[in-house]
Nanobody
Framework: QVQLVEYGGGLVQAGGSLRLSCAASGRTFSSRGMGWFRQAPGKDREFVAT???????TYTDSVKGRFTISRDNAKNTVYLQMNSLKPEDTALYYC???????????????????WGQGTQVTVSS
């Protein structure tokens, strides 16, 4: 069982930055691929970024060049640095973990077993 807790959401003006953190419980963090997803009101949950246990990352096109995913396996934490934020980035952001041993990155939400409670990001224009 893995518990994920996200931090760092908030209200920011367009063009600003936020850094989301996701702390994972347990001792298997380093063997899991991790991801960030988001869901805006009235929309489906969508992939944002993912990172393998060995550091390879993938991003959805709309955030490339603006967002950076990283991880610190010693701290059981994955981060999402968000720069040049836009109003369309407004959403509830979720951290997710793949099953133990699935250490590659994945863009598919159905390949993640554990989810955090979400942290709200609101970007004003």
């Amino acid at each position: 069982q893995v518990q994920l807790v996200e931090y760092g959401g908030g209200l920011v003006q367009a063009g600003g930055s936020l850094r989301l953190s996701c702390a994972a419980s347990g001792r298997t963090f380093s063997s899991r691929g991790m991801g960030w997803f988001r869901q805006a009101p009235g929309k489906d949950r969508e992939f944002v970024a993912t990172i393998a246990s060995y550091g390879t990352s993938t991003y959805t096109d709309s955030v490339k060049g603006r967002f950076t995913i990283s991880r610190d396996n010693a701290k059981n934490t994955v981060y999402l640095q968000m720069n040049s934020l836009k109003p369309e980035d407004t959403a509830l952001y979720y951290c997710a973990a793949r099953p133990t041993g699935f250490n590659s990155a994945s863009t598919r939400y159905d390949e993640y077993d554990y989810w955090g409670q979400g942290t709200q990001v609101t970007v004003s224009s």
